[in-house]
C-alpha cells in the first residue's frame, strides 16, 4: 500500500529486476512506460512472475503457477472475514507514504543502505 512515486519506479523495477536476474529468473518482456511500467520473467520451475504499476503508483505483483494436476477441494466452511471489492472503483488505493519510495522531483537520488536501483530497467 506504499505510494511509490513516477520518479522512483525505475530504480523499483530496476531492484527487482536485478533480484529476478540474480535469481535465475529469464525476462520475459518489459513495458518501459514512463507512468504504467511493468516487468515479467519466467522461473525455472515454470512460474510466471510480473511487476507493474497502477493508479496512483500501487505496485502489483503477480505470480502464475504452471499447469498442475487437477484435484477436489472441498467448499470453505468458514466466512470471509475480508472485505469483498467489487468493481475497480471499490479497489484500495495506495495510502502509506515512504520518505524514499515517495519522494517525487528527487531524479538521481540514492537508493536506501542495502539496496541497488537504477534509472530504469532493461530487458534481456
Known sequence: ???IS???RGSFLG???RFWRKSGYRIAAINDDEIYPA???KTDEGFDVSLSFGGSGQAFFRVDSPC?????????RSQPNTPSYEGMENIPRPNIQSDFWSATGVAGAT???????ASGASGG
Open 6 to 8: 513516477e520518479e522512483r
Open 39 to 41: 516487468i515479467y520473467a
Open 111 to 117: 537508493l536506501p543502505s542495502g539496496a541497488s536501483g
Open 68 to 76: 498442475v494436476e487437477s484435484s477436489a477441494v472441498a467448499e470453505s
Open 1 to 3: 500500500m506504499t505510494v
Open 15 to 17: 531492484v527487482v529486476d
